[in-house]
């Protein structure tokens, strides 16, 4: 059985996803180093998301044949 979201509970999610204050304030959060979550109930049960701040990992420098262990 795959879960699916009704249609009233598709349409407040899409409306979150629009918004742009909502977005502003998980990427706030986020940039203060803590983690941003959302709660979507439906009369199945509630579905939830959750970002955490991640570093960015370093690139590799482009001047440098990369190493073998071969």
Known sequence: MTPGLDHDTRRRARA???D???AEAAIRSLR???GYAYALPTP???W???AYPVSAL???PTDQQ???HA
Do not use: A, K
Request: glycine share 14%.
């Open 44 to 46: 199945d049960g509630t």
């Open 16 to 18: 979150w996803l629009g």
């Open 66 to 68: 990369p190493r073998s």
């Open 20 to 22: 742009r204050r909502s």
């Open 32 to 34: 203060r180093g803590q």
């Open 58 to 60: 370093p690139l590799l």
């Open 48 to 50: 939830r998301w959750t």
